[in-house]
């Protein structure tokens, strides 16, 4: 690891990777945006180079990070590998786009983080899952050793199983985001403040212990309570979306509950 | 306060209320079960007397807390009543269940914690929203000064209001519990251990603000990224159900988010 990294994007994945690695002593080569002013932002924080052209990511480092979106990461990798500099190691952040996207670099990889990054908050980096996938082992173990600068929890994904990890995580964070918001959409409209809620969240996501969370369902789906879920269905009478929601994801719990039984 | 507080119940919610209410330095009279080992049990924990009958409950309590599942509240409640021995205050600990639900005794209450207790876990009693109903000002003052006695967050809250958080909780707790469950059964079968899905869960959890959570939204519905909602529906083929759940909810995160524009 005696040459540095640097870093394609400048967005909330490319933020909370630059900051992590310059907090544990990496040296950040260059920073690119197609927006150099973005780069030059994230550059100045961890003292790197910024650049906004493809043609000037220079060889100095031995890991180049995309942290792009999806649809930009092959596009993105053609126009690098066009200008013949950059002979190191080129690895994406993609939870769902496959190791072949790059496979016009001799050494590629992956280098996925399953934590969901945002402006508005800084999850403990030593704590995030990096799940790392490659051509060939040397990779693999230049990876594995790059990753565990910053984390603890490093490990080797295919990229089936990756899928797999990114549609779970959807379900686990995209859409239990969106039941709070639509529990705060239903407080919002009675006058109430959504706060109150935050105990019984953080509850909810910190009791998660190494058991299936189906055993520690509650509510009245899983207690077979219709009166309850009647009046529920009367109260959401305005609301026909969440309606069906809450009688499709009922009907789920219910039957979750029956498929334990057997 | 001279007098101290009975518990109907044996169950999570008397579990912790009971234990919050002793290391707070309440005195706890008498639990009652029908059930006389269950209630010993507990009693036990807490230097109270276990009573298995209505008749038995005493008048030496100034408070009686009935933690008992919703339908048993009411039936419960008219046999305490017709033994003519307790003259103090009554409340039950149900989100659903009407302040009229006690309407045969003089001084009524709603003592609801919206939290979910269960055997796993031990939530900070002090962070608890505590909502409170009376039929009067004066059994209304006297709850809230127990209530402060084990939580910091302690408010009035209507029937209508509590009905609504209840539903609203069913969204942020019940729901949210089962995402997590259907998460950990797609990581099953792909033979991935679940607990790598943790810091994630937490992060969506712990980070809510007091801003809407819609404005935290992440993940390919709210990015409108049509090409991976199609991947994650092809690999939900097995799973007709978790594909449903999918569709209709990637269809609301949609509409909330032209919501939130207009």
Same mark, same amino acid.
């Given at each position: 690891m005696n040459k540095g990294i640097s870093i394609a994007g400048s967005g909330n994945v490319a933020t909370h990777l630059a900051k992590a690695f310059f907090d544990a002593g990496a040296r950040i080569e260059q920073i690119f945006s197609r927006n150099l002013s973005h780069a030059e932002a994230l550059a100045q924080k961890v003292g790197a180079r910024a650049v &906004?052209? #493809? =043609?000037?990511? *220079?060889? &100095?480092?031995?890991v180049l990070i995309l942290a792009l979106p999806d649809e930009a990461i092959e596009p993105f990798a053609a126009e690098v590998n066009a200008t013949g500099h950059f002979d190191g190691i080129v690895v994406h952040t993609s939870g !769902?786009? #496959?190791?072949?996207?790059?496979?016009?670099? =001799?050494n590629s990889g992956v280098f996925y983080p399953l934590q969901s990054f945002s402006r508005f908050s800084n999850p403990l980096m030593k704590e995030v899952p990096f799940c790392l996938e490659a051509v060939n082992s040397e990779t693999l173990q230049h990876l594995t050793s790059l990753a565990s600068l910053i984390s603890e929890n490093v490990r080797e994904v295919c990229s089936e199983q990756r899928a797999v990890l990114h549609l779970a995580a959807v379900f686990a964070c995209n859409f239990s985001n969106h039941m709070y918001a639509i529990s705060a959409d239903l407080l919002k409209d009675a006058g109430? &403040?959504? *706060?109150?809620l935050k105990p019984l969240i953080r509850e909810t996501a910190n009791r998660? !212990? &190494?058991?299936?969370p189906a055993l520690l369902q509650t509510g009245p789906a899983v207690r077979g309570d219709g009166s309850t879920m009647e009046k529920h269905q009367q109260l959401l009478e305005n609301y026909p979306v969440y309606r069906e929601i809450y009688k499709m994801l009922s009907n789920s719990i219910v039957s979750a509950k029956e498929k334990t039984k057997k």
């Open positions: &906004d052209r #493809p =043609e000037l990511i *220079s060889n &100095d480092a031995g !769902t786009q #496959p190791l072949s996207a790059l496979r016009m670099f =001799e109430i &403040d959504g *706060s109150i998660l !212990t &190494d058991i299936h």
